[in-house]
């Protein structure tokens, strides 16, 4: 059974910053996009960015350079770094893979992130 299991959500002041885990069993990952998205309370959900299992970077529209991802295929994990953020960031983060080749895709069940003063 595959999972994906986030973690590193939580409550954050404006301005701070916080690092999300994501980690995957029940399959190997390398083969794999991983990535995140977000969902804010009346919105859809939206891509933040997605890495490439050859590491390239493909943000979503509304993300700036405040946001870093990254992956270890050793460990079968992805991390988002977000900094300096706003209450705009606030939502429910998802962790996601999905391959190519046969259009398989997972959804991890999302951890909360509120940036609230």
């Known amino acids: 059974q595959v999972q994906l299991v986030e973690s590193g959500g939580g409550l954050v002041q404006p301005g701070g910053s916080l690092i999300l885990s994501c980690v995957v069993s029940?399959?190997?990952?390398?083969?794999?996009?991983m990535g995140w998205y977000r969902q804010a309370p009346g919105n859809e959900r939206e891509k933040v960015a997605i890495i490439t299992p050859g590491m390239i970077v493909h943000s979503g529209d509304s993300v700036k350079n405040r946001f870093t991802i990254s992956r270890d295929d050793g460990q079968n994990m992805v991390w988002l770094q977000i900094k300096n953020m706003t209450v705009d960031d606030s939502g429910v983060y998802y962790c996601?893979?999905?391959?190519?080749?046969?259009?398989?895709?997972?959804w991890g069940q999302g951890t909360q992130v509120t940036v609230s003063s």
């Open positions: 996601y893979l999905w391959r190519l080749h046969d259009q398989s895709s997972y």
């Open positions: 029940g399959i190997y990952a390398d083969t794999y996009r």
